[in-house]
């Protein structure tokens, strides 16, 4: 099993790698794609609103449909639909032929972002231990470099079509054969076959809404702040503190890149003092970032409010999933039973990214800038009270530090 889940590891950081790199290409060329299609400033927003609406969708109907097709599959063929789906948005010329490709970009997403999170919870579950925040490094990684292809496309003035069909023409065989060594939760288990469980009925289903209600809130509210660094960093460094427009695009950058870091070695921090103290701290430090940001005398300052916002918030998405999954398995026992309780945890993802936004913008508008960077860091706050869910039993590992038993740790736990 070491080796089958070493590849397993590998391949699916690929895929998160991949998709990091696609959802970057598309969000920092938002602009050259409205130019393109000549979509108005009032049109603008009802595109945008529809790809993470479409995305919760498909997330809901890949609950479903992990109840008997594996989430291996699912993961192995939304890829390459993504990727396609992105060349498609670069490629048309009409307004109708935009349309398709967000809502096959969008629906694709919420598929392919759920199985990733099931994959992973499920090779946590057989490592044993904390990885799961690495998976999400690689997307951060990815998106850096999606971003810093999106920053040559547009300083070459290459047209979207140019910019995305390498990048399609790369990843997009490269993801299909890294899908090969993907693991599912029957096969992370030691279950080769897991079909006629995994037939038997809905994995996860004995898991409610209400359980699942502190960690969806946790989600929600870490992507409220997410979104408002990704969408108001620049216009906040400028417009309040007074910077360059060149200056004002290094936050973003700034909190991309300590995302990767605190990803880098959170589980290290997940396996050293549990995930409960790894959140808490998380928290407490993203809260202090956007104090920072809310109080910053100049664009120094608020670069330093980002940076600990990158620190901060980067640990919570990836260790609500994980805990969703335990708590799954917990109630269940039955290898697979996270994925339906990771399906609709991640449609709150996509509540958070289309409530941040708005939410900060209306407040800005109403009050002040520094006034709205206010209710992000409240509701980030709230995590402290729910980090008691990320628990881990004293059996169950991947979560908290205790060490697994020595006859278990040549079943999986060496290896990456």
Same mark, same amino acid.
């Given at each position: 099993m070491t080796d089958v889940l070493r590849r397993g590891r590998v391949s699916l950081a690929f895929g998160f790698f991949a998709q990091g790199v696609a959802f970057a290409l598309l969000v920092t060329r938002i602009p050259a794609v409205q130019d393109r299609y000549g979509v108005s400033d009032a049109l603008l927003p009802v595109f945008l609103a529809a790809v993470p609406v479409l995305a919760g969708i498909g997330s809901v109907v890949t609950e479903r449909l992990v109840r008997r097709v594996r989430p291996s599959r699912l993961l192995r063929w939304s890829q390459p639909?993504?990727?396609?789906?992105?060349?498609?948005?670069?490629?048309?010329?009409?307004?109708?032929?935009?349309?398709?490709a967000l809502g096959v970009f969008g629906l694709a997403v919420g598929a392919l972002d759920a199985s990733m999170n099931m994959l992973g919870v499920s090779l946590q579950r057989a490592y044993r231990r904390s990885i799961m925040l690495g998976f999400h490094a690689a997307y951060s990684l990815g998106g850096i470099l999606g971003a810093s292809l999106a920053w040559a496309g547009a300083h070459w003035d290459l047209a979207l079509w140019v910019s995305y069909l390498p990048v399609v023409v790369v990843l997009v065989p490269a993801a299909l054969v890294g899908s090969r060594w993907y693991v599912d939760g029957e096969s992370a288990a030691g279950d080769g076959g897991g079909?006629?469980? =995994?037939?038997?009925?809905?994995?996860?289903?004995?898991?409610?809404f209400k359980v699942l209600l502190p960690l969806c809130l946790v989600m929600t509210f870490a992507y409220i702040g997410d979104s408002t660094v990704s969408n108001w960093s620049a216009k906040y460094l400028q417009d309040v503190l007074g910077s360059s427009e060149q200056l004002a695009t290094v936050p973003y950058n700034v909190y991309m890149v300590t995302t990767l870091v605190g990803r880098a070695v959170g589980d290290f921090g997940v396996r050293r003092f549990g995930a409960v103290a790894v959140v808490?701290?998380?928290?407490?430090?993203?809260?202090?970032?956007?104090?920072?940001?809310?109080?910053?005398?100049?664009?120094?300052?608020?670069?330093?409010?980002?940076?600990?916002?990158?620190?901060?918030?980067?640990?919570?998405?990836?260790?609500?999933?994980?805990?969703?999954? =335990?708590?799954?398995?917990?109630? %269940?026992?039955?290898?697979?039973?996270? %994925?339906?309780?990771?399906a609709r945890l991640n449609v709150f993802n996509y509540v958070g990214f289309l409530i941040g936004s708005p939410l900060v913008g209306a407040l800005g508008d109403a009050w002040s800038y520094r006034g709205a960077m206010l209710?992000?860091?409240?509701?980030?706050?709230?995590?402290?009270?729910?980090?008691?869910?990320?628990?881990?039993?004293?059996?169950?590992?991947?979560?908290?530090?205790?060490?697994?038993?020595?006859?278990?740790?040549? =079943?999986?736990?060496?290896?990456?």
């Open positions: 639909v993504v990727l396609l789906a992105l060349l498609g948005v670069g490629a048309g010329d009409r307004v109708a032929v935009l349309a398709v079909g006629a469980e =995994r037939a038997g009925g809905a994995p996860g289903a004995g898991v409610g808490r701290g998380g928290a407490v430090v993203a809260a202090g970032g956007f104090a920072v940001v809310a109080g910053a005398p100049g664009a120094w300052a608020g670069m330093l409010g980002f940076t600990l916002l990158g620190l901060g918030l980067c640990v919570l998405v990836p260790q609500t999933f994980a805990a969703a999954g =335990r708590l799954a398995e917990e109630r %269940d026992g039955r290898p697979g039973a996270s %994925d339906g309780a990771v209710v992000p860091m409240v509701l980030v706050l709230v995590t402290v009270v729910y980090a008691r869910s990320f628990e881990a039993r004293p059996d169950r590992y991947g979560g908290g530090h205790e060490r697994p038993r020595t006859a278990d740790v040549g =079943r999986g736990s060496n290896g990456l």
